[in-house]
């Protein structure tokens, strides 16, 4: 059984700052999966928008390059989502998963930011 248990969400102002944060426990090896952090708007299909290897390797959707960073912590099970310059289009429902499980049923239940004056 796996599990994510995604948080930090909230309401914030456009340009403002947020920092998510996603445990994940179960039947796992987390310190050697590569994972990533999704988002879900409303209307539109779940996106990737950052990932992060094992080894600390990371990749972002161009959306958010230069303002979201991905980092992780093997010791507590836990990856990160920092969230700067914060704008409407950035109003959505994150999560983490692993990307090898996409298809499976591990997804949480989410962490819902708002962007909003």
């Known amino acids: 059984q796996v599990q994510f248990v995604e948080s930090g969400g909230g309401l914030v102002q456009p340009g403002g700052s947020l920092r998510l944060s996603c445990a994940a426990s179960g039947s796992i090896i987390f310190s050697i999966y590569r994972m990533a952090w999704y988002r879900q708007a409303p209307g539109k299909q779940r996106e990737l928008v950052a990932a992060i290897t094992s080894g600390g390797s990371t990749n972002y959707a161009d959306s958010v390059k230069g303002r979201f960073t991905i980092s992780r912590d093997n010791a507590k099970n836990t990856v990160y989502l920092q969230m700067n310059s914060l704008n409407s289009e950035d109003t959505a429902v994150y999560y983490c998963?692993?990307?090898?499980?996409?298809?499976?049923?591990?997804w949480g239940k989410g962490t819902l930011v708002t962007v909003s004056s």
């Open positions: 998963n692993r990307p090898r499980w996409e298809n499976m049923n591990y």
